[in-house]
């Protein structure tokens, strides 16, 4: 009884909806000031449902149809900037098309949450994902992560916001989701109500830094060689510094929620006792992880390590995390043409957080998966098989695999 | 929202503009620069509940150093193409915090600034985003004719035949601008029916005209534009002294049409129509500049007679280039 009680007051409905339904309630839950919008599929429908929201009264919020995403993006910059708590989001070349704003409201240190639908670059055009459109802002002074289900999504753009607008912290934020696997995908979620939200999610405050008559202060003067170099080093101690913030607003969700999350920054599925596992962002775990059960029943040790947050990356934990095992195969629904051994953006993150371990795991890299094609579950039965492949061979003549091409 | 906006007094003389300076030492431009005249006047008119966003170009790069800024009001660099975007930000902004309760319900203007390049060219999409809304903010684009940061390079607004880094005059080609200057105040009062002020000026004639453009502008409220001419000594090749004196030149000669348009109705506020005021020769203007030193008498004829058509043939002279529709 006790126990019902409480869930009651910290959900206030249960529903069925889609990833960007899901980001819709968390920005009316996190009583959102300004939301600019602008279509492009497959991100898009999380503006649709707050536009509906916005229209039924049940957010108070401005709501801005851009000319392009250009101005999409400066516009919830600057409403940042005057400390209003700011939504925005988008896919693909949308995404690229802002990308000068983007980088902008990370040197301003503008907490703006962001959902990225991830679609495939053009050209050729395809609504599908591919992680390349979120990756471009990976050294940019931003806060990156993947969620897997919609109930992670809603409970994300709350946990961005404390962390983005903590001002040990003040970058934005990039929730990434995969397009049509999670934006579109529908799942029964559980809507916090805004009371339990209200005591998780403090409110935006950029102190000094707010742009008002009362405060005239200039935010970003000219400064050239005599002051970028400090102004860079003051961010790369914000994102180290986010790390920790990152730990803390988990345990304070989890202070508000119950224990929805064991471990901030990726979440290992039946690693316990494995010497082979594979690691990939966003959706591909679905199916990554039905394989190793598959391989579980034949007696296989294998295991699935979803990471969440890109940035900042969890260097320590995943280190030694991944220095349990023997084999790790590296997931890129991305690519980075020419890049050392021609692998993808995670495959090079994940060698360089290994390199300092005596013992390393032997490490290779699947791409897979690009433009939406499925990943499915034998894919990942097959992507297993190449990484305990790699644990005996150093010497593999393909240390990158393409699985599911067509050659 | 009648209520978010500043209610201004027009400034009757030279002798009652404020003596309060909210743009102040520290600055770098160039002696003689109109552009910061401009910056001046403008924050002068609108007064200190004023918050600013300038964008990349001269008066940002020359304008606002780390550590000298000349802006008293609170001030934020934007984008070079985000004039527009970053003043509904803001103006948007501040709305919701007042509304919901969360800062004092107050008039607080919000005022962009972005160049010719960044206004005219780049962000004119984001200008046209701006205008669209119901937020009460003023976009203010002053134009030098040129990138004036980057070295002088042609824009989409520098004058037909003008010499810049871009538009060299060569052995083979005498003119590379061949572009005639675009319409910028014009199109955008035309394509915004709903924008209830648009206005063209020039911060030093005639005199009082400007600030009391932008006070006109600041409180008629929903969002307002005014496009502003600088003669820029350096850019323009003439002796720093005679900025003011080119300014007014240019006015005169028809090349720079002075007009405002509240809630459609059209006032110029220096007539060059000959059943008016008339015009000064173009070529008087031309000379007095060495970006136009390679002119031969074909190009001035051409360009005095786009100037006479402007004024004397268009139907909305000096504004919108539609030709015979009422005459036919």
């Known amino acids: 009884m006790i126990a019902e009680e409480t869930t009651k007051k910290i959900y206030e409905r249960e529903d069925l909806l889609t990833g960007c339904q899901a980001v819709a309630q968390a920005v009316r839950l996190a009583d959102v000031d300004v939301i600019a919008a602008y279509p492009i599929r497959p991100y898009t429908e999380v503006m649709d449902a707050l536009s509906k929201i916005i229209a039924d009264g049940e957010l108070d ?33 949308g995404w690229c098309y802002g990308f000068e704003a983007l980088v902008v ?42 969620v897997t289900t919609p109930q992670e999504a809603l409970e994300h753009v709350l946990i961005g916001y404390r962390i983005a607008e903590d001002k040990r912290v003040r970058m934005p934020m990039a929730l ?47 400064v050239n060689e005599d002051w970028v170099m400090e102004l ?73 390590v979803s990471l969440r947050w890109f940035r900042p990356f969890p260097t320590i934990e995943l280190r030694e995390a991944l220095s349990r095992f023997k084999a790790v195969g590296v997931i890129d629904r991305d690519f980075a043409h020419g890049s050392p051994d021609d692998g993808g953006i995670l495959l090079h993150e994940v060698r360089s957080c290994l390199y300092p371990l005596k013992n390393r795991p032997a490490v290779t890299n699947i791409i897979t998966g690009l433009g939406g094609r499925d990943v499915s579950i034998d894919d990942c039965i097959r992507m297993f098989r190449i990484a305990q492949k790699s644990k005996t061979d150093d010497k593999l003549d393909d240390f990158v695999t393409w699985i599911g091409v067509r050659e | 929202m009648a209520s978010d906006v500043v209610v201004y007094d027009k400034i009757k003389g030279v002798h009652k503009i404020p003596l309060e300076e909210f743009y102040t030492s520290g600055h770098r431009t160039c002696q003689g620069c109109e552009s910061a005249t401009t910056m001046r006047g403008f924050i002068k008119a609108a007064g200190p509940r004023t918050i600013v966003t300038g964008s990349t170009g001269c008066m940002y790069v020359a304008n606002t150093s780390y550590m000298t800024t000349p802006w008293i009001v609170p001030w934020m660099h934007t984008q070079l193409g985000a004039g527009g975007s970053s003043a509904v930000g803001m103006a948007a902004g501040l709305r919701a915090l007042k509304r919901k309760g969360k800062i004092k319900d107050e008039p607080i203007n919000a005022i962009a600034f972005c160049g010719d390049l960044g206004g005219g060219d780049m962000g004119i999409g984001g200008i046209s985003g701006a205008l669209q809304t119901d937020y009460d903010l003023l976009i203010i684009m002053y134009d030098n004719e040129s990138a004036a940061n980057t070295d002088i390079q042609a824009t989409g607004l520098s004058t037909y035949g003008a010499q810049t880094t871009f538009t060299p005059p060569g052995s083979k080609h005498r003119i590379m601008q061949r572009r005639w200057k675009k319409n910028v105040a014009g199109m955008l009062a035309v394509g915004h029916p709903t924008c209830k002020y648009v206005a063209t000026a020039c911060a030093t004639f005639p005199p009082m005209d400007y600030m009391n453009k932008v006070r006109k502008a600041l409180a008629v409220g929903g969002p307002t534009f005014i496009h502003t001419y600088d003669p820029c000594p350096k850019g323009w090749d003439f002796h720093p002294r005679y900025s003011h004196e080119i300014g007014e030149m240019g006015i005169r000669s028809g090349l720079y049409p002075l007009f405002e348009i509240i ?41 005095q007679k786009r100037v006479d058509e402007m004024w004397e043939e268009w139907e909305i002279p000096g504004i919108a280039p539609i030709k015979g529709i009422l005459k036919g």
Not at chain 1, 75 to 84: E, L, Q, R, T
Not at chain 1, 183 to 196: G, L, Y
């Open chain 1, 232 to 304: 860079r080093r003051q961010n790369w101690d914000a994102a180290r510094r986010a790390r920790g913030v990152i730990k803390q607003a988990y345990e304070e969700f989890n202070g508000v929620f119950g224990e929805r999350y064991s471990s901030p920054f990726f979440t290992e599925f039946m690693t316990d006792d494995a010497d082979t596992v594979l690691i990939g962002l966003g959706t591909v775990c679905a199916p990554g992880r039905t394989a190793v059960r598959r391989l579980r029943e034949k007696g296989e040790k294998v295991g699935f």
């Open chain 1, 105 to 146: 409201t990370a040197t301003d240190r503008l907490p703006v949450l962001f959902l990225v639908g991830n679609r495939a670059l053009d050209d050729p055009g395809a609504f599908g994902v591919e992680h390349n459109d979120a990756m471009a802002v990976r050294d940019m002074g931003w806060l990156l992560c993947w």
């Open chain 1, 61 to 93: 919020a401005e709501y801005i149809i851009a000319d392009s995403e250009h101005s999409q993006f400066e516009i919830v910059k600057h409403a940042s900037s005057v400390n209003a708590r700011a939504f925005a989001g988008s896919s693909g070349t």
């Open chain 1, 176 to 222: 990434a989701m995969d397009g049509a696997f999670l934006t579109h995908s529908q799942h029964m979620v559980k809507i916090p109500t805004t009371e339990a939200v209200r005591r998780f999610l403090p409110r935006f405050d950029l102190g000094d830094g707010r742009l008002h008559p009362d405060n005239p202060i200039s935010i970003a003067p000219q």
């Open chain 2, 263 to 303: 809630e459609g109705q059209v006032i110029y506020t220096y007539d060059c129509r000959k059943s008016a005021k008339g015009r000064t020769p173009v070529k008087d203007f031309l000379v007095a500049q060495g970006r136009f030193a390679h002119l031969i008498p074909e190009d001035f004829e051409y360009i």
